[in-house]
């Protein structure tokens, strides 16, 4: 079951213009929005949800017209940019006595497991919390009102690798469940091999793929030779080609492998893809 | 809103606001210009919205399933609750000022009478319906509101104490504390408060419009 689709969606500032963002995710499983710095991905969420203002497009959450049901739909979404970074000098408590009033859904038994889950300590200040207990707060937040879809904007940013891996494990046990889907947005690809079932990546304003992670990994190779290998037809082939003075490297789609030969043919992993279609 | 205006008083009032309000007892200070309170006031009013800029109010606010205008309601509703205390609590002390020296009224000003009062209310308006849609187009620049809304409040008192300071019919009954006035100062504190629930209404409309389009 589609659980959120995301159509045509475009906004347009001065320098920068979100163009025709499409995609969608099913329920049960994780999407990696991934793209460089700078390349539409906050934009894309933000403008998802309505923080700010899209010329075009449509959002369909839970088969509900986003811009129509926006508060129907958001008592099932739980959105975060980062970690809670809110009223820094509240206790955690303050801020649940507040937020937990307008959730209908509000589960305080559930809340209470999951704060005891994160061991956060309700009369902490949000600024006495790490980077990771932040993001755990803002679950916490999250999940204790039943959020179906959690929209994350780079919520590994800032984390040491420990902590990430704990937080991919965690979005990997939510998803269990077949309930809950997690879009979340970064550019540490690791945590997407770790954890995405789908990617979606975004250049310039622009979705350039939309995959399974999997075969999106597996139609790509990496490519290296030496420079008299280097024809003008297998130049126009190659993606993010970096020529040096022992030869040349880049990236083909598997579709044109056939043109390499006498080339060394490598996998490519998420990174190196990444990579090499930022070159271009 | 009832939701809202918890979340108001519990997380976006800044402790100024409550603090400033023994400011109430400034008007026992002899022959001082009774507006200096409500300056304070003001002042308090930008301590919420710089505070509520610093602790991303705003983003907290939207993200939760309210409609953005209620997020303005919410904030005119609370600023107006503030006002509506600070004012009354003023007036017991305005009262006990005119009985501790009844003969020498407010060398400074206009005396702290029932027309005074009247002149708070529109005061207070002009900094709402300067300040509050100012903030609203970019939620964000509280400075520029604070500088308009400030500018505007100053020209306002300027403008009203003219009214007691040149010499006038009007500056006489003005500038008395005798109840004798009563009936001419009434219509006055009438008109304040009629003023200050309209502009208000426009206050909010034309701030909900605003934030409506802001980008966060």
Redesign the interface.
Known sequence: MEILSVENLTKRYEKFTLKDVSFSLEKGYIMGFIGRNGAGKTTTL?SM?R???PEGGKVTVFGMDFAEH???C??KIG?M?GGV??????KLR??V???H???SEWDDAEYQRLMQRFELDPEKKVDELSAGMRVKFSLALALSHHAQLLILDEPTSGLDPVSRDELLLLFQDLIEDGEHSILFSTHIISDLEKCADFITYIKDGEILTRADKDSFIDSYRLVSGTTNLLKDDLKKKIIGLREHKFGFEGMIQKSDVAKATGLEIAPADLENIMIHIERE | MK?LL??EF??AVHPTTYIFLALCAMMLIPSYPGYAEFMYVCLSIFFVFLAGRE???V??T??????KRDVVKARCLMIAIIELVQIGLSVPFAILSNRISPDHGNMAGIDLNVAFFGFVFGFLSVFNIVFFPIFYRTAQKVGLALAFGGTAILLYYALVEMLVWIPSPISTFLDTNSTDMMVKHLPILLAGILIWIFTWILTYRRSATNFE?V??
Do not use: A
């Open positions: 933000k949800m923080l700010v203002h926006e508060l129907e958001k008592q959105f940019l970074d809110f009223y820094p000098k509240k303050t801020i006595e507040v937020t009033r307008f959730y | 939701n918890y979340k519990k997380l602790n991303k109010d983003f907290y939207v993200l939760l399933p309210v409609r389009k980008d966060i």
